[in-house]
Structure formats: structure tokens, C-alpha cells
């Protein structure tokens, strides 16, 4: 039986396999669009003592339902516009983009269109066709869920909660015994977007209570207007609470103590104004991470992958170390501390590059992780923050 453990692979041969994986893969399924289109338009299923090319795919190919759907889908629009097998073989649009792509392609805008969509997300290609074929705004609906067969009501099946949905139904979706999805955001035009969750009863409730504070400032049919301004209120509170944020901020008071990991509000202000609340981190090849949420998790996650790669390197004489770090900040201080702890000159700058991608941590951070560098050597948290008290 053949093993798909890739334990035992350096990390630049898993990076080069799974960029070779993912181009056969889409090779392979090119082609087998190709022979569902022609099985499609021959109607061999026919023959088989199938009904239909879906219940073929379904029973005969053993596929599930959404897949085959998809796969059909494409396929014939793909024999009207043959360039659509070769996007996908090459990996410039991903089949759940043509699939989105699907109703609207010709022969002559095919390619128009394809451009447009190579490398995109689903949702950004979800955006380029609502900004090319726009759709009227929906009628903003809040109707009551049937529980589930067998339910008391006072609970919901999974991902549907006995109580109100507020929903905005796509193209293709909503059919008869196939629910649609309990959040969705959908763009309709360049400039809209139809949103559909669902709530339950005791948030349906507040909501009303809130249209009611609200009086005559929304109309009671104005749903979206008054999520806007609920959203609205809540960034402001956020960043009242996370970053001092007023009409006049204040300047930030440093705490005292130099082993203070404390970061004045003004500053995460600044920062998070600077980087517009996104991670900084660049890759080798040039891309930004685009995380915007819990981001001192991306940091920890970044760094015990630096010092695990730092473990498995093993430097060479030859190899120039870093320079110095300047004297008077905390990667200085590190460097000497590290000097104290008996490590060599050189490993001691190669241990503080590590702190590179993490320039606002605290100095007993940094040390924590430059120490990181090199093997476990038992010394201990106390000896280290010795080692940096004496640097001072």
C-alpha cells in the first residue's frame, strides 16, 4: 500500500511538491471536463440507463451531488468556449470561479473575462462579474424557520437556529431541498452587496427593541440602515477601548520598568493607523500577509518557526554574520546578554536577527527568542534575566 507520509522530506522539497501536485491536478481535471462534456453532448448516458448527464455523474461516477453539478456546469460552457479548459489546465482560474463565471461567458467575451478573473479569489471574481452584469437590489425579508422534523422549536438544526433569517437569495440557490447557507454575502453591482444570516429569536427581538429606539430616524423597513449604523456604533466603541481613539486623543504615558511589555494607546493608535490594522509581514517572494485579526498569534507562530528553522541550520564559518546591532537599543542589549551567557560573537548576532520580524516585541521577548537559536543548554528563565539586568 502506498505511504502518504512526507515526514521524512526537507521543507523546500514539500514547497516544490505541492506547487507540481496542484498543477497536475488541475491538468487532470481539465481533462476530465473534457470527456463530461462530450459524454454530455453525445448523451451516452443514455445508452448506460441513465436519465440524465447529473444522475450519471452522480450514481455511475459515484460524485456528490454539488460536485457533479459544478463539473456539468463548466463543462458545457466550456464546450461553447473551449479557452475555459485551457484557463483551468494552466491554473489561472480555479473551477469555482468558472463556475460563477459559467452563465455569463460567450465566445466573445471569453477571453475578455478570463483575463479579468486569472488568479482571483472567489469572491473578488464574485465581485467582477456583479460590477459587469449588475443585478437589482434586493427587498430586504425577515421570515420565520421551521424547526426540523422531530424539533421541540427551542432549538435549531445545525447552522439554521429555530428563529428569524434575514435573507438576500442568489442566482442558482434556493432550490426546493437544498437550504441555503445560514451567512452569505453576495455582490450584486459594483456598489451593493445582498447579505443573507440567520438569527435567533431572543437577537430578533433586540433588533426590533433597537428599531424602536431608533423611532422615526429608519423606517421600520429599513433593515440594512439600521445594521449600518449598529456597525457603526460598535467600531467606535472598539476603538474607543482598544486604542483610546476620541475626536482629541491624548498622548500615551509609558508605564515604568524596563522589562515592561506595556504598549501606550496612542501608540498602538498610530501603528495600527500605520498599517491599517493589517499584519506586516513580507514574505521572500514580496506578498503581505493579509491577517487582520489576532495578529500577536501570527507573530508567536512566525517566530517559533524562525527559531525551529534556526535549530535546523547548522551555520558554517564561512557564512559572515550579521553586524553588530547598534548600541543603546534592545537588540544591543540582547546581544550582550547573550555575550554573557558565553555564546560566541557571531552566533550572538545570528541569534538577534532572529528578533527581526518582531521589532515592537519587549527585550525579554526578544531574548526568549534568540535564545531559541541554539540548543537547550539548561539555562534558565532567571539566569537569562540576569544576564539582561546586567547588560543595562
Not at 47 to 71: N, Q, R, T, W
Not at 99 to 104: D, S
Not at 149 to 178: I, V
Not at 232 to 257: C, D, N, T, V, Y
Request: glycine share 6%; with cysteine.
Amino acid at each position: 500500500m502506498k505511504s502518504y507520509s512526507l515526514k521524512h522530506l526537507p521543507d523546500d522539497a514539500v514547497s516544490r511538491g505541492i506547487c507540481s501536485a496542484e498543477a497536475t491536478t488541475n491538468e487532470a481535471t481539465a481533462d476530465f471536463l473534457a470527456f463530461i462534456a462530450e459524454h454530455d453532448a453525445r448523451k451516452l448516458y443514455l445508452p448506460a440507463a441513465y436519465s440524465s448527464m447529473l444522475s450519471f455523474c452522480v450514481e455511475g461516477l459515484k460524485l456528490s451531488d454539488d460536485v457533479a453539478k459544478k463539473l456539468i456546469h463548466v463543462a458545457r460552457a466550456a464546450l461553447r468556449c473551449p479557452a475555459v479548459f485551457h484557463a483551468l489546465a494552466g491554473g489561472q482560474v480555479h473551477l469555482a470561479g468558472l463556475r460563477i463565471l459559467a452563465p455569463h461567458l460567450t465566445p466573445e467575451n471569453v477571453d475578455d473575462l478570463l483575463t479579468a478573473a486569472t488568479h482571483k479569489t472567489r469572491t473578488e471574481i464574485e465581485e467582477l462579474v456583479a460590477a459587469r452584469f449588475p443585478r437589482e437590489p434586493i427587498a430586504a425579508e425577515v421570515r420565520p424557520i421551521e424547526p426540523p422534523a422531530g424539533s421541540t422549536g427551542d432549538e435549531g438544526a445545525p447552522g439554521h437556529p429555530a428563529g428569524f433569517e434575514m435573507t438576500a437569495p442568489s442566482a442558482g440557490e434556493g432550490a426546493p431541498g437544498h437550504p441555503q447557507p445560514a451567512t452569505r454575502v453576495m455582490p450584486l453591482s459594483a456598489e451593493a452587496y445582498a447579505v443573507q444570516f440567520t438569527r435567533n429569536a431572543e437577537q430578533d427581538e433586540r433588533f426590533r427593541y433597537l428599531q424602536d429606539l431608533l423611532g422615526h430616524k429608519v423606517g421600520r423597513g429599513d433593515i440594512a440602515k439600521v445594521y449600518s449604523l449598529a456597525i457603526e456604533e460598535l467600531i467606535a466603541k472598539i476603538e474607543r477601548k482598544r486604542f483610546a481613539a476620541s475626536a482629541m486623543p491624548r498622548g500615551g504615558r509609558h508605564r515604568s520598568g524596563a522589562n515592561s511589555r506595556y504598549i501606550s494607546a496612542d501608540v498602538r493608535r498610530a501603528v495600527c493607523q500605520r498599517d491599517k490594522c493589517q499584519c506586516t509581514f513580507v514574505s521572500e517572494s514580496g506578498r503581505r500577509c493579509e491577517m487582520r485579526g489576532d495578529l500577536g498569534f501570527m507573530e508567536r507562530k512566525r517566530a517559533e518557526a524562525a527559531a525551529s528553522a534556526a535549530k535546523k541550520r547548522t551555520p558554517r564559518e564561512s557564512d559572515a554574520p550579521p553586524p553588530e546591532p547598534p548600541a543603546g537599543t534592545d537588540e544591543h542589549d540582547v546581544y550582550l546578554a547573550l555575550r554573557s551567557l558565553g555564546h560566541r560573537d557571531g552566533d550572538a548576532r545570528r541569534a538577534v536577527a532572529l528578533c527581526a520580524d518582531v521589532p515592537e516585541a519587549s527585550r525579554q521577548d526578544k531574548l526568549r527568542l534568540a535564545l531559541k537559536y541554539f540548543p537547550q543548554r539548561g539555562h534558565s528563565a532567571s539566569s537569562s534575566a540576569r544576564a539582561m539586568a546586567s547588560s543595562d
